[in-house]
């Protein structure tokens, strides 16, 4: 046969001759799809006349030397069919989709090539360098590095600058095959020995498949764009140490990053986000505002609430513990210390071995600092026998717990060594499962709204059915409450992603993502069933038949961690709280110091109204005191003088929206008990 089929998106089918490329089909179609095209997609069509044919136009079989685990892009051929370079002759039956910059998947590829545009950079400024491997990421790409020298960030300049000529002179990326024997002794002659051994190891066919960009040669799978000339908004962002293939102790390389995107706009707007998240840093802000530390002198990852971050946090606490009696839990505390046999028991000593504390020797006995609180609340069920007339059993509380982590990837609040978790095990009846988890998702809710985030990614995690010996409960315990988590949140019309095997091993979950004012998601609520705690330590309940059976047990924590939501909170406001949240609420300032007295007798009103307020006393001019409230993100400024104290008013100032002018006394206190008592945001 000559003439091949070609299947379009939209069901057309074209007959081309044998060997036609996405390229030319593109230019059929329009000259503006030809000049748009970045990539193709294909997908083989078994023939009329039996299997279809090996498939050239598909990356060759090796592995992917760039295939990052973060920059898996081209997966093998599945019924979607595979990525290809639009100038490979296509010599089969296929589905074909010419890919632009609105396929989301094109943009990796157009990553993937900026990581050989940025190598080809290198090796035209830096001859001797060795190279290691270059993926797309999620933002842009990396190149890795050997070079004696580091890379300095007038290096970077240059490079980039070499990268913008190299992308102008609009250089063809062009795929070669040749045999293995051959491939080794280029790399070999170049001296190039990481390539040596990326080929030995991942090159499976006897042909090897390469990319040139000029004098760039690199065993590649590809595909790539055409050229170089479609990489236009493109920034060299930093350098960071990286091991070969990441294994400690293998060579340290130099992996530079950079960002890509299709526009400068884009690229604008990401840089301009990546300020944002600087500024919002709640470890600057933690310090610059004086509310948490972490003491190298006490360890890693153990946090310490200095005063304002105290307040934060009892307000924060106090809102969460009237909730939580309001909504029918009961408040218990739990030892943060207790045998190691129950964490057998638990079989946290098995299979969380490694992110617990090691144990502690007490009169011959082990003891194990609690990575969990769920073993406590356990216990306080267990501590008589329950009847169903009890269920459900919701015990909450702010436990606190110590994981270990490894020190490289602590960070801040985020993660740490010793955190409270608001944490709560709900034990119930199968009857009892959807309105449990509907109160679980409103209370979730309520969080948000009143913390003052309003939008949210819910995920549902189901287990990968094809394997259940690797879970703990039956088919049915997992088909009845994974349909009680789909079928809440189908009732209270919260859309949700379902994600298969995703679950734990013990139980599907749901789990809330809140996004903040800078777009970042955040994991945060999770409600989890446990099909595995209940049978292990034998829980149960007589029912209403007069028979012992096993209760149900949901563990679910909103925040996740005080430690780790009062972070989020510092990013999200930028440091600036709510007026309800806020460690000082207002900040008195005399004009000078005739006027201390009114300023005393302005803030001792405020401390009787029972708000957060600090006079600012100093001897400093007042707008070095307006300066510094401000820097501290004080909500209100009230500024006193003369004039206020003769007419019993304060010159008031926001945050953020400033000189609100003077107000009488009573009134400011009014109208700031009604923003508190709202949780105004
Ligand atoms: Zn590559
Ligand atoms: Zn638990």
Redesign the pocket.
Known sequence: MDTIHITMPDGAVREVPLGTTAAEIAQQISPRLAKEALVARVAPIQGPFGAAASASTGGAPEK???AAPEARMNSAANGEGFLVDLRAPIDQDVRLSILTPKDPEAIQVLR?SA??LLAAAVLELFPNVKLGI??PIDTGFFYDFVRAEPFTPEDLERIEKKMRELAAQDIPNERKMMPKPEALELYRKWDQGFKCELVEERAIEPMVSF?TTGKFI?F???P?IPSTGRIRAFKLMSVAGAYWKGQEGNPQMQRIYGACFYTQQELDEYLHRLEEAKRRDHRRLGQELDLFSVQEEAGPGLIFWHPKGGLVRKVMEDWLRDELLRRGYDLVYTPHIMRLELWKTSGHANFYRENMFGPVEVEKDDYQLKPMNCPGHILIYKSRLRSYRELPVRLAELGTVYRYERSGVLHGLLRVRGFTQDDAHIFCMPEQIESEIEACIDFAFAVMKTFGFNQYVVELSDWDAKHPQNYAGSAEDWARSTGALESTLTRMSIPFKRMEGEAAFYGPKIDVKLIDAIGRPWQLTTVQFDFNLPGRFGLEYVGEDGNRHQPLMVHRALWGSVERFFGILIEHYAGAFPVWLAPVQAEVLPLSEKFAEYAKKVTAALKDAGFRAHLDDRNEKLQAKIRDAQMLKIPYMLIVGGKEAEAGTVSVRQQSKGDLGPRPLAEFLSDLRQLVDSRAI
């Open positions: 992917s030397p760039d993937h990581a050989h270059g993926p990319y690199d590649c799978r590809g790539h």
